[in-house]
Structures are given as C-alpha cells and as structure tokens.
C-alpha cells in the first residue's frame, strides 16, 4: 500500500501564493508519477500539475500555467505544488494522487492508483 498525506492548505488572500507538500510512504515503484488535482466546491475534480518521479518531467494544466508549479524532492519522497497569483476561483480541495504509470503520463482522475485525503485551499478576494 501507499500513503500519500498533503499538507499547506490555508486561508490565502486573492493575489498570495501557498507552498502545497504531499508525502509519500509505502510500497515503491520503479517508475510513477506524482499528480495534483483540485475539486471546486460543487464542481468535478480536475488536474492541476503532474510529474514524473524519474526524469522530474512535468505536465501543468493551462489555466495555471506560468502561476503554479510541480517539483519534487525524491530523498524525502515529496512533490510540491507552488502556487502564486492565487484567486478566488483557485479555492479547492488539492488532492495529491500516484499513478503507476503503465501507459505513461494520464491526467485522468480515473487513471490514478492511490489519492491522499486532500487539502483545502480558501482564497479570499
């Protein structure tokens, strides 16, 4: 099994930025990928920002694109999302999930293989 435990969420006026952490325990992989999705109060979960836990490859999702940003610290077995310039339509819940990878990169929600419990993220205007 795999643990994956997020942390950083807060309170965050319009404009402030939030470092989000997730820890991975458990089993390992030869190869995975780290992904972060977010679920908008009454809206679907979507994918925010991936990353490959080898080659450090990443995939961020357009509308965050040059304010959010993935990386990962493999020693600690940790990726990150920074999130700067963050606005209202940012608040979600920002789930950290592991993809085992067999078909290389997905940014389906269906696709991963293990989810943390989420964080949650206000952003206040």
């Known amino acids: 099994q795999v643990q994956l435990v997020e942390s950083g969420g807060g309170l965050v006026q319009a404009g402030g930025s939030l470092r989000l952490s997730c820890a991975a325990s458990?089993?390992?992989?030869?190869?995975?990928?780290m992904t972060w999705f977010r679920q908008p109060p009454g809206k679907e979960r979507g994918f925010v920002a991936g990353?490959?836990?080898?080659?450090?490859?990443?995939y961020t999702e357009d509308s965050v694109k040059g304010r959010f940003s993935i990386s990962r610290d493999n020693a600690k077995n940790t990726v990150y999302l920074q999130m700067n310039t963050l606005n209202p339509e940012d608040t979600a819940v920002y789930y950290c999930?592991?993809?085992?990878?067999?078909?290389?990169?997905?940014?389906?929600?269906?696709?991963?293989?293990?989810w943390g419990k989420g964080t949650l993220v206000t952003v206040s205007s």
């Open positions: 458990g089993r390992t992989f030869s190869n995975f990928f």
């Open positions: 999930a592991l993809d085992r990878a067999y078909g290389g990169f997905s940014s389906s929600a269906s696709d991963m293989d293990y």
């Open positions: 990353i490959s836990w080898l080659g450090g490859n990443t």
